[in-house]
């Protein structure tokens, strides 16, 4: 599976959009992009996920770059409830091993007032 | 639905001794997982399972035992306890894994072994 790049921690206030990079360069044409989150002591809670275009759905937009090389997790709205470890994930379509989740340590994004 | 229900909440287990982390889901989900996680770390696949009878390790399976009797159920037995095992535990489960499958976890097991 690909590996993915996030960086380890980001600020956002109260109010305005986040917007958290995921670099996935060798990402292979049946890989999807995934976005889990974890707030803290809880167990991860998927947001999104996507293939080629762009996604929205009530949590979130995901962008994906043309190339797929990488891409952005989008909170519109940002509140303090949205302080949490940020997962990108890349997770083969196909089953078995390959289709499981390999969580890498994320980006811990926290939400000021 | 109480989705993915894993018990107990915290246990504390001297080394050598042995114990099972209960998970169970109401979702019929076909398949079920146990990750763990180490403080600021990411989450480490365990053991997963695509359906009842069947079991595949993951990433890092040594010192565990799973079984899958029913649907339902996923147990995790730690045979040996050694403080190298005191982590968070989580159990998941997914209706398949094709494309756009989610994972629901569970509320997390601590583990501490002294």
């Known amino acids: 599976d690909a590996k993915t790049t996030q960086p380890p921690s980001m600020d956002c206030a109260e109010g305005r959009a986040a917007n958290l990079p995921c670099n996935h360069s060798t990402i292979s044409g049946n890989e999807y992009v995934y976005w889990y989150r974890q707030i803290h002591s809880q167990g991860p809670q998927y947001i999104i996920h996507?293939?080629?275009n762009n996604e929205t759905n009530e949590m979130a937009s995901l962008i994906i770059t043309e190339d797929r090389k990488s891409s952005t997790l989008i909170l519109p709205h940002a509140t303090l409830r949205d302080t949490a470890v940020y997962y990108c994930i890349v997770r083969s379509k196909s089953g078995g091993s390959q289709g499981n989740l390999i969580f890498g340590k994320g980006t811990k994004l926290s939400v000021k007032p | 639905n109480a989705g993915v229900t894993q018990t107990p909440k915290f246990r504390i287990l001297k080394i050598g001794q042995s114990m099972t982390l209960q998970c169970t889901q109401d979702?019929?989900?076909?398949?079920m997982y146990w990750y763990r996680q180490d403080p600021g770390m990411g989450l480490k696949l365990i053991y997963y399972?695509?359906?009842?009878?069947?079991?595949d390790k993951g990433e890092v399976p040594n010192g565990y035992n799973v079984s899958r009797s029913t649907t339902e159920d996923f147990p995790l037995r730690l045979e040996l306890a050694a403080p190298s095992q005191t982590s968070v535990y989580f159990c998941a489960s997914s209706l398949g894994q094709g494309a756009g499958e989610k994972l629901f976890f569970g509320s997390g097991t601590q583990l501490s072994v002294l």
């Open positions: 996507g293939l080629k």
């Open positions: 399972s695509v359906g009842a009878g069947i079991t």
């Open positions: 979702m019929n989900h076909n398949y």
